[in-house]
């Protein structure tokens, strides 16, 4: 016990001892003030008992970007029994490929509380090729989610036709893609009821034509691997769904198109600039992020190299990998996180309309972060339930080859975890958090979620070369929380672009805590889409706003803290599920 918090237990326990007998006039102010004693986010890695066992049929040794960059989970309820299920991608390799490839994704279903089985096969997700990233959304308005998967070659799209059956709808709905598809994500950019997908490409390789020593831009250092250096990269991909289960690629016409051929990574959708419209980040590696603001009209503005979440503080082009938009400060703004290579910032940046992006690196204490990781998958939590999103970075070098290097980062690596101590100030508490207690993978894509329904979100990361991690959130805290389903009936069914803003009331007077439906983003990967708060001491939300995709606004007044909230527009409240008692 670290000397501070052993002080802190030694003096609560005299003032039990001392309390009753002394000073009973005090003891109830002090009561009621109830100070909170801080206690550490902690996980537990249940990925065995779990029943995640299925591995990977790809060689260890890594030598060309392909076999580097996937890939990406997610968590999402196939068969809506109110327990979450775990998609993971599947990697391939060269030979494998060239023989028509693997399995793209592993469906683990949820069977009884935190035991999983593999169901692929039986679900119909049976595509064979090299799967890369995922995206979740029910695209035709059903009630069921649907499947994005994205990979080398070719992209698929899966239609959930209830009980965790799927239907293979690619050819039909145009969005096979073709290239080095990466980060997908959907959100009705255009607001006509149905949502649409955006599509990253990484960079241009054929695979029977794959460099070796002596091409431009193999090998690094002494070490003989493919670099994205030597490569042109593609257009990106903007599918408008038609709403007949086809849709059309508009990318061009809309003004996200990637001409450049910049080498797209992760892909998110937020209303940054809080006008009801979404707008999409890009990260692009070795090259400037795209900022694109929705003018309203199907068509975006690049928000240019001028934008300070573009490139570097000396304008340099960085190694960005993936995105993540969350409320940091309470201030009505979404925080952005941007993760990148090694020796480059792990960067948080907030918007407002009279200075644009502003770059929160160092007030933030991120500057602080360790530099030596490669970092991917990651995103804002509230971890501990204290109102604050924390953040979780997971790492992993591109290739086991490069552990030859010292001073390079390793291909195993722990992961990050920063609690945000209240004002959008971080503090790094990975090595207590109980992330890194196994041996350490190199790792990719990472989705939150609460897999157990116990209002703790959970995390799940994706590994190399072996099946996912699931983290289970064992936090013990008194703090209150509520988790938000939102049913479009306007909007989009599964209400992906509504933005809820939740308001709790404390000595120092009302506090908003604000988050939006998002369907994929970070480094491939999909979260629960439902909408967590933590809400620290408060047992009552005095209020929940709504403000649908639709443009309708809805707000409940005095709702109870510690449940499960089935939201349907115009509707309010249609189903509550309390959650489990708190575990002081
Ligand atoms: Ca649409
Ligand atoms: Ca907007
Ligand atoms: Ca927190
Ligand atoms: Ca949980």
Request: charged share 20%.
């Amino acid at each position: 016990m670290p000397a501070k918090r052993a002080r802190r237990f030694r003096m609560n326990r005299i003032h039990a001892i001392l309390a009753p007998a002394l000073i009973i006039s005090i003891a109830i102010p002090l009561l009621s003030q109830k100070p909170q004693v801080e206690q550490p986010i902690r996980f537990r890695d249940i990925s065995r008992e779990a029943g995640f066992t299925t591995t990977s049929a790809a060689p260890l040794e890594k030598k060309y970007l392909v076999e580097m960059m996937g890939g990406g989970v997610a968590l999402f309820d196939c068969d809506n029994d109110g327990k979450l299920d775990i998609l993971s991608t599947n990697e391939s390799s060269v030979d494998r490929y060239r023989n028509g490839g693997d399995l793209m994704v592993t469906l683990y279903h949820q069977n009884a509380s935190l035991h999983f089985s593999d169901v692929t096969v039986k679900s119909g997700l049976t595509v064979k090729g090299w799967g890369m990233g995922i995206a979740i959304a029910d695209y035709d308005n059903d009630g069921l989610p649907d499947i994005y998967v994205t990979g080398y070659g070719h992209n698929v799209l899966y239609h959930n036709l209830g009980g965790c059956k799927f239907d293979d709808v690619t050819e039909k709905a145009h969005v096979a893609g073709e290239g080095f598809s990466a980060g997908a994500a959907w959100a009705d950019y255009d607001r006509d009821g149905r949502p649409d997908l955006f599509v990253s490409r990484y960079v241009y390789t054929d695979l029977s034509h794959l460099p070796g020593p002596g091409s431009k831009g193999f090998g690094y250092r002494d070490v003989q691997i493919e670099q994205p250096v030597a490569h042109d990269g593609y257009t990106d991909l903007l599918y408008r769904n038609r709403g007949d289960g086809t849709f059309e690629e508009v990318a061009g016409k809309a003004g996200v198109s990637n001409p450049d051929h910049r080498l797209g990574m992760g892909v998110v959708w937020a209303d940054y600039d809080g006008d009801g419209w979404p707008d999409l980040f890009v990260t692009n590696d070795m090259s400037a992020n795209y900022v694109f603001r929705n003018k309203h009209d199907a068509t975006f503005d690049d928000l240019g190299v001028s934008a300070v979440v573009a490139l570097g503080e000396r304008g340099e082009t960085q190694g960005n990998m993936a995105a993540d938009f969350g409320d940091v400060a309470h201030d009505g703004t979404l925080g952005l996180l941007i993760t990148r290579y090694a020796h480059q910032p792990l960067s948080l940046y907030h918007y407002n309309a009279a200075e644009g992006f502003v770059d929160d690196t160092y007030l933030s204490g991120l500057e602080r972060v360790d530099r030596n990781m490669t970092r991917w998958g990651g995103g804002f939590a509230d971890l501990d339930n204290d109102g604050w999103n924390d953040i979780l970075v997971a790492n992993g070098n591109f290739t086991p080859l490069i552990d030859v290097i010292p001073t390079d980062p390793r291909y195993v690596e722990p992961i990050l975890l920063l609690r945000n101590k209240g004002n959008a100030k971080f503090a790094d508490v990975s090595e207590a958090s109980g992330l890194n207690n196994l041996p350490l993978q190199s790792r990719r894509g990472t989705a939150f979620g609460d897999i157990d329904n116990d209002g703790n979100i959970d995390v799940v990361t994706y590994n190399v070369g072996g099946p996912p991690s699931l983290f289970l959130n064992v936090t013990k805290t008194s703090n209150h929380r509520a988790l938000f389903r939102l049913v479009g009936t306007k909007s989009n069914k599964a209400a992906i672009g509504a933005r809820v803003t939740v308001t709790t009331t404390s000595a120092a007077g009302p506090v908003n805590r604000m988050d939006e439906v998002r369907a994929g983003g970070s480094y491939l990967s999909s979260n629960d889409q439902r909408l967590h708060f933590g809400l620290g001491e408060a047992t009552v939300m005095t209020s929940v706003h709504i403000r649908w995709p639709s443009g309708e606004t809805e707000e409940l007044k005095n709702v109870a803290a510690d449940a499960i909230y089935t939201i349907v527009e115009g509707q309010g409240i249609k189903d509550t599920v309390k959650l489990p008692a708190l575990s002081k």
